[in-house]
C-alpha cells in the first residue's frame, strides 16, 4: 500500500527528500534512517491533515515542497544533459 497525501505519492517527495539531504552533506550511510524519519514524519502529517483546518495549510506547503524538488531535479538533469561548459583560459602567448 503507497501512503499518499493530497493524491500524492508520498515514496516520491521521501526519495526527493533524501536525495536533497544526501547533496547538502547528509552521508550516504544516514540516508536509509533519513528516509524512516521522513515516512515516520509524513505518516503523522497525514493523520493530522485529516483536519480541514490544517489540511488547509498542510496541502500548499506539500505542493509546494513536491513542485520545489521536482524543480531541482529538472535542473540537475538539464546539468548533466548538457554538461558544464569547459572554460579556457587565454593564452600567454603574444
Known amino acids: 500500500m503507497d501512503l499518499q497525501l493530497f493524491g500524492i505519492s508520498i515514496a516520491s517527495a521521501i ?4 536525495q536533497l539531504a544526501k547533496r547538502l552533506g547528509v552521508a550516504d550511510r544516514y540516508a536509509g534512517p533519513v528516509a524512516v524519519v521522513l515516512g515516520i514524519l509524513f505518516g503523522v502529517l497525514s493523520k493530522v491533515s485529516e483536519d480541514p483546518a490544517v489540511a488547509a ?3 500548499p506547503i506539500l505542493l ?6 521536482a524543480a531541482a531535479g529538472l535542473y540537475s538533469s538539464s546539468k548533466a544533459v548538457a554538461g558544464t561548459p569547459e572554460i579556457t ?3 600567454d602567448a603574444p
Not at 526519495?15 to 533524501?18: N, R, W
Not at 509546494?64 to 524538488?69: D, R, Y
Request: aromatic share 6%; no cysteine.
Open 15 to 18: 526519495l526527493g527528500i533524501t
Open 57 to 59: 495549510w498542510v496541502q
Open 64 to 69: 509546494g515542497l513536491l513542485t520545489g524538488l
Open 89 to 91: 583560459k587565454p593564452s
